[in-house]
């Protein structure tokens, strides 16, 4: 074999040929350039098992939304970084992740998250964040604002006058109240709220969740162990205010 | 097919109107305009449509209906489902997807619903 000739073969040509020699019952030798002991440590492909990981699968990163605190353009981003410019107006945007477990005063500005721990405080401060996670305490002078998930979680009963936020998770064994006409995007509870919600995108009440009120919106998923004791409007085709029931 | 679950199906070109009572449990694909009462398992199937209320023991429904649904134990709406009136239950699973227009009561700590009232259909 190695005295002939290499010839260039594309790929059509050598599927065609291995379809043809099977057809004519004249498989090529098998492990013809390797030795028939390493042949011998690999499974056949028939018996390989489905999810082999001979089978190659890509993954691609995961992208997250930043929203610019400046001119407000949304853009997408894949990776880790500390900071990045806003494609659009140029300005610096901070994507660095913060936990805190203390008493806190300092603004934060930030794409990536905030973890405000039980044991953390935040004492007349504004946060913006992509997601913040509350645990912890607030006092009435300090805001939070999210560009993207707020989960209220702990024992924490935050004042919503203080919370701007375009997606809402309440963990389990929390139980939130809001007196005015909460508008979110989605919402996802695994605990208590009771509220007149207004929701743009999906309202999920996993088990264990429960939501009193209204709740408006074009799509409810309620899981069972979830409870929904409200007067209900879910049209997915179009906005209940101004459908004919 | 349904002898051995005991369930009791009107086909899908059927329509009734009045009071439909099973002690067992129901799999309904026509038209009722009128009452279901169901001592078993309600299925309202994909071309089902109902004008009244539905009482049973747990409600599946794929189709329409405007009425009131009183499950003494599951309502189980999938993604076809549209639902105009009030639901009370222990246990609600909802797909997205679904029309719903109605109040709704579903604790699952609570205790069973009680006995189903008869009544029209508010809608």
Partial sequence: MADKKARMMDGFSVVRSLAKAKQDGVLPAPGAHRPAEDLSAHLPPTAMPKDSPHIVKTIEPTKRTIRCFQCGYEFKLAGTTRTIYCSKCREKIDLGDYVIAGPWSQEIKTGGSVIIRPSGRLENVRIQAGNVILEGEMDGDSSIECTQWLELGGQTVPNPRQLTMRNLRIASGTMMKFKYKLQVHHLELFGTLEADVEAAGLVSIRPGGHLKGTVRGAHLQVEEGGGLSARVFIWPQGNPLNGNS | ?123
């Fill in chain 2, 1 to 123: 097919m349904s002898n051995e679950n005991h369930e009791s199906v009107i086909g899908a070109d059927v329509e009734i109107v009045g009071t439909v009572k099973s002690n067992g449990s129901i799999r309904l694909d026509g038209k009722l305009e009128g009452e279901l009462q169901c001592g078993g398992n309600a299925v309202l199937g994909k071309n089902a449509q109902v004008k009244g209320n539905v009482t049973a023991t747990s409600v599946s429904i794929e189709g329409k209906i405007n009425g009131n649904i009183l499950a003494k134990d599951k309502i189980e709406m999938k993604a076809s489902a549209t639902v105009n009136g009030d639901i009370k239950a222990r246990r609600l699973s909802v797909e997205d997807g679904v029309t719903f227009v109605g109040r709704s009561e579903v604790n699952p700590n609570s205790q069973p619903a009680p006995a189903p009232q008869a009544g029209p259909a508010v809608r």
